[in-house]
């Protein structure tokens, strides 16, 4: 699993938008679920969004809920979260994460269940 921020990295403004990208290299991605989750210094990793695509299931956390977008391209192998209405508290280290699962992604969108973790990208929100 490879998570990265787009070309300009992932440094933007309060207000603006990121997505980022997480490839699946090696895995097929109807047999996952993938995950977003984030940690900030001295903080728990907690979840973001998960996807499963072979149900179309999807889950948020209430925090970003109506801002975050995940969305999966098979064909490319490739999870995306779009973010939308970017907060300074939103800055922490990103990572896309995958397990197989016969669960739904609600049910299985927590960073201790995952088996498959990239590495991180830094996201930056600026006041």
């Known amino acids: 699993l490879m998570a990265a921020a787009g070309v300009w990295g992932g440094l933007v403004q309060a207000g603006g938008s990121l997505r980022l990208s997480c490839a699946a290299s090696g895995l097929i991605l109807d047999d996952y679920t993938i995950g977003w989750f984030r940690q900030t210094p001295g903080k728990e990793r907690e979840g973001v969004s998960c996807?499963?695509?072979?149900?179309?299931?999807?889950y948020y956390e209430d925090f970003v809920k109506g801002r975050f977008t995940i969305s999966s391209d098979n064909a490319r192998n490739t999870v995306y979260l779009q973010m939308n209405s970017l907060k300074p508290e939103d800055t922490a280290v990103y990572y896309c994460a995958a397990v197989k699962s016969e669960y739904n992604s609600r049910s299985i969108c927590y960073y201790y269940l995952m088996k498959y973790w990239g590495k991180g990208t830094l996201v930056t929100v600026s006041s």
């Open positions: 996807i499963k695509s072979s149900d179309g299931s999807t």
